[in-house]
């Protein structure tokens, strides 16, 4: 679709970055699960088919949560077995989904799904406003679902949100949210996601985050800055989850991976948002992602031009371009 010159962007690698990137597609559920008009079953299986052609190889499918908290996700029991075709022909394609509670976990592992997510809070204001928990709560609901789920055999994500801002509290103090992030690993959490939910970080901040969880800071001493080594997660069990409110989520993804990591979830198009965090507004675009790891030589498997092509069509069923930069720039829409 594109009509650029093959080889662009040019692949310039840059010092102590990763080879290759594993993309975490939030599109058919963070981006979807705020949009008012229902999408319909199909139209959600048709976009999950769309992103795997495209080369994505995890793709988090929908939510087992309480259909009346996200209504939009009401159908995921409809959805699921729409994609079985795609696990059948590829066992190594990853359809992860959230699951709040042990509910959601029954729900989820009666249709055969391999993965799921819980998703806490560094923060008490967004646990009660989006789990009607307290942090103790919402870590003491979680824990049966990590353990059930390792014991049937499936891979257990944990989201951690508010790791940067919180539109009740303010500012989140970076070892806050590296107790809170340790207490979820703790869990038994294969992956760590760290989810900057209304898109306030910046890569200074991120590099100081990272610095607290690895426990080692650049030139540092690998016992974080707070001296507190035992709230460290490795590194290659986190993932970073930008919002891109402000503009920050690319230079917030390049900061992460300075110090490491190599899973970045990011949503088709930049749709997205949290319907329960006032201002969170749409994801890290893939496709602006996937532009700049292939213009820094990382590999991520995916056909950014088969990728562009999927948010226009998944767009014009929203009724909305796509605010994706890249998206617009590969198939000449207005800027
Ligand atoms: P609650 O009202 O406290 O639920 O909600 P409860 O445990 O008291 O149960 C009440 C009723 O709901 C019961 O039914 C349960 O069976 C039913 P009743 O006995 O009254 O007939 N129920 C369920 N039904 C279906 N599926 C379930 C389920 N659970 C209970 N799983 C609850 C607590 C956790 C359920 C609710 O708060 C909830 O569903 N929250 C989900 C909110 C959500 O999905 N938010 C968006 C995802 S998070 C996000 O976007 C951030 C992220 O992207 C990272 C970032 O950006 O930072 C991940
Ligand atoms: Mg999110």
């Known amino acids: 679709m594109s009509d650029l010159p093959a080889g662009l962007p040019m692949a310039v690698p840059a010092a102590g970055l990763p080879e290759a990137v594993r993309i975490h597609e939030v599109g058919a559920r963070d981006g979807l699960q705020n949009e008012k008009t229902t999408v319909p079953t199909e139209v959600k299986a048709e976009f999950v088919h769309r992103l795997a052609a495209a080369g994505l190889g995890t793709i988090e499918a929908t939510s087992f949560v309480h259909p009346k908290w996200v209504p939009q996700l009401a159908d995921a029991a409809e959805l699921m077995p729409l994609l079985a075709d795609l696990t059948a022909r590829d066992p190594a394609l990853r359809l992860p989904v959230l699951v709040p509670n042990e509910r959601g976990l029954d729900r989820a592992l009666e249709l055969g799904v391999t993965e799921v997510a819980v998703f806490g809070s560094a923060t008490e204001s967004f646990a009660r406003a989006n789990l009607n928990r307290t ?37 989140v ?36 985050l990272l610095d607290e969880l690895t426990g080692s800071p650049a030139g540092g ?61 749409g994801n890290l675009a893939t496709e602006d992602l996937v532009w700049m ?30 605010p994706s930069r890249t998206v617009r720039a590969l198939t000449h829409q207005e800027q």
């Open 135 to 171: 942090v103790d709560e919402s870590l003491a609901m979680f824990a049966p679902v990590v353990a059930r789920a390792k014991a049937a055999g499936a891979r257990v994500r944990g989201y951690l949100s508010m790791c940067f801002g919180d539109p009740w509290e303010g500012p």
């Open 173 to 208: 103090p970076v070892a806050q949210v590296a107790a809170a992030a340790r207490r979820l690993y703790e869990l038994g959490c294969d992956e760590l996601s760290l989810g900057d939910t209304i898109g306030v970080a910046t890569p200074g901040h991120v590099t100081a």
């Open 293 to 322: 790891l292939h213009g820094l030589g990382i590999r991520t498997g995916v056909d950014l031009d088969r990728l562009s092509a999927t948010s226009v069509w998944m767009a014009e069923h929203l009724g909305r371009p796509s």
């Open 221 to 281: 001493t690998g016992t974080g800055t707070t001296g507190s080594p035992t709230n460290t997660v490795p590194v290659d069990r986190l993932a970073v989850h930008f919002h891109d409110t402000y503009g920050q989520a690319l230079s917030n993804t390049l900061a992460a991976l300075q110090k490491g990591v190599t899973v970045v979830d990011a949503s088709a198009g930049g749709l997205g948002g949290c319907p329960y965090a006032k201002s969170a507004t």
